[in-house]
């Protein structure tokens, strides 16, 4: 079952750069002022709208599953803010992980077991 996350986000428009230029994504705008953000089945929405009361931020991080996460690791590893570097962890997936403009944590991951 896919999920999207509805983020808040210090400015759209470097939000929209961001994750366009540095990540590569798929980006449109969508209802009510927010921005969609999609690589392969993985999808994200950001507004600018304080709609929580909060300043922006979470206190996880948001991990998106990949069919190549070594090809895509490959793609922005010298554009990007990387967290953490491409390693296979003992948990049974493959990832990294990076800092996007508004601060949070993402990791693109791949299964590399059953």
């Known amino acids: 079952m896919p999920l999207s996350l509805l983020l808040r986000c210090h400015d759209l428009d470097l939000t929209r750069e961001h994750y366009r230029d540095t990540l590569g994504f798929a980006v ?3 209802a009510e002022g927010t921005l969609t953000v999609q690589l392969e089945d993985c999808r ?3 507004t600018a709208q304080d709609l929580w009361g909060r300043e922006v931020g979470c206190s996880g991080t948001v991990y998106l599953q990949l069919a190549d996460v070594a ?3 490959a793609a922005v590893k010298d554009r990007a803010q990387i967290a953490w570097p491409l390693q296979d962890m003992p948990y049974g997936s493959r990832e990294f992980g990076v800092r996007d403009c508004n601060g949070y944590h993402l990791a693109f991951a791949q299964h590399t077991r059953a």
Do not use: G, I, V
Request: net charge neutral.
């Open 44 to 46: 994200l929405l950001f």
């Open 28 to 30: 449109t705008d969508s």
């Open 71 to 73: 090809r895509y690791f």
